[in-house]
């Protein structure tokens, strides 16, 4: 379960998300659907301008999975480091190394290339016709298919389309690389999952709401 060798686990991880991205940039979300999304709202020069920004500065997409990757893996692992520290304050034989616990974090990604993987090949294979709404609203296995998107408060949206099958397997993997790592129970690693990367994400999706509710009063 402990990744034996973490940056090369780090780059592998980083660059099947990389080629994804490129896959879901230049074969699905193309020059066409952005006209389509588009051309009702501006003209066709101011279409052209915008289309011509992307192709010079999609680059630097590619440039930023790897950084953001690593900043966020990085993050989530010192607030899980930071919890287990506190969690066993008084218990010298429960010390772990940060390089145990950020590969248990990239060991999670998967559940989140996953994700990815599956956007692709739906509208890659299966739902081939498709609006740009369709596709950045895309969330397959999540609580939001319950609900009419238009009857909802534009800040609830990210909260309940993030309660979906890939964040609980990322929990998952997690709550299970911390069992093996620390030597103890369900309980307990899940006590500290939560206690951390739970702690993190509320405060996460807060701030995107609270950015969600001020945007849509512009």
Do not use: C
């Amino acid at each position: 379960m402990i990744i034996k060798n973490n940056y090369f686990y780090f780059v592998f991880i980083a660059t099947l998300t990389t080629l994804l991205t490129f896959v879901l940039s230049n074969f699905i979300q193309t020059d066409a659907l952005y006209v389509q999304n588009l051309s009702e709202k501006y003209s066709q020069e101011i279409i052209a301008e915008i289309l011509n920004i992307r192709h010079q500065w999609s680059w630097l997409v590619y440039i930023f999975i790897p950084v953001l990757l690593y900043l966020s893996t990085s993050l989530i692992t010192l607030i899980i480091q930071l919890v287990i520290f506190l969690y066993y304050i008084n218990d010298n034989t429960h010390k772990v190394e940060y390089k145990d616990t950020w590969g248990i974090v990239l060991m999670a990604q998967w559940s989140t290339l996953v994700g990815i993987f599956v956007k692709v090949f739906w509208f890659g294979f299966y739902h081939t016709q498709f609006t740009m709404d369709e596709l950045q609203s895309f969330s397959p296995l999540s609580l939001i298919n319950l609900f009419e998107k238009k009857t909802l408060d534009i800040w609830w949206i990210y909260p309940i389309q993030l309660v979906n099958v890939f964040e609980v397997a990322y929990w998952i993997l997690l709550i299970i690389g911390i069992k093996k790592l620390l030597k103890t129970s369900w309980y307990k690693s899940f006590e500290i999952i939560l206690l951390s990367y739970g702690l993190a994400l509320i405060v996460w999706v807060v701030v995107i709401m609270f950015i969600s509710l001020n945007f849509s009063q512009v």
